[in-house]
T-cell receptor, first 111, second 116 residues
């Protein structure tokens, strides 16, 4: 069956360090993968999209990699700040299918 | 532009009742999707509407239904509520039907439903 897995354990990180989150999937041939940020009590906010034929995307302090052979995406927050504390969700879209979300990983950046 | 708005923000119902939630997409957005979010199951897709037509549906029972109006506003209805329907219901809109436009989902703040 199709699965999208994100680390359910919270990631605690010191301010200024790089946070790295993982999104693994099975039985998918995604057309693209997205990352969203969700704060408590709010809806997710789109951050980045990376397509199946792209290896890496960057946006300010964010970097996403996509390895379709390993079936994995890595999401990096460099020079992390306390304001980066949130839950981060990955989402996959296969052709003809709905957008499917992982369970999310909570990040806590300590000053 | 105003963001996606959802009403009501909070709702308490009892088992067996029905509920209607409303979503107003970003102006100009014609695609509206609904999701259910719970701590155990995460964010799960309910359905997607475009130009008043349901284009995609998730794996939810028939008690969950929706519709979209000509102004792109959407409603979802849950009949015969069960305790397990307690969740955050999120609506998201996308700009258009073409491949580029549909990719980014703009979410509203959600409606938190509690079923007692």
């Amino acid at each position: 069956s199709q699965k999208i897995e994100q680390n359910s354990e919270a990631l605690n990180i010191q301010e200024g360090k790089t946070a790295t989150l993982t999104c693994n999937y099975t039985n998918y041939s995604p057309a693209y993968l997205q990352w969203y940020r969700q704060d408590p009590g709010r809806g997710p906010v789109f951050l980045l999209l990376i397509r199946e034929n792209e290896k890496e995307k960057r946006k300010e302090r964010l970097k996403v990699t996509f390895d379709t052979t390993l079936k994995q995406s890595l999401f990096h927050i460099t020079a992390s700040q306390p304001a980066d504390s949130a839950t981060y969700l990955c989402a996959l879209k296969a052709a003809g299918n709905k957008l499917t979300f992982g369970g999310g990983t909570r990040v806590l950046v300590k000053p | 532009k105003a963001g996606v708005t959802q009403t009501p923000r909070y709702l308490i119902k009892t088992r067996g009742q029905q509920v209607t939630l409303s979503c107003s997409p970003i102006s100009g957005h014609r695609s509206v999707s609904w999701y259910q979010q719970t701590p155990g199951q995460g964010l799960q897709f309910l359905f997607e509407y475009f130009s008043e037509t349901q284009r995609n549906k998730g794996n939810f029972p028939g008690r969950f239904s929706g519709r979209q109006f000509s102004n792109s506003r959407s409603e979802m209805n849950v009949s015969t509520l069960e305790l397990g329907d307690s969740a955050l219901y999120l609506c998201a809109s996308s700009p258009s039907s073409n491949r580029q436009g549909r990719e980014t989902q703009y979410f509203g703040p959600g409606t938190r439903l509690l079923v007692l």
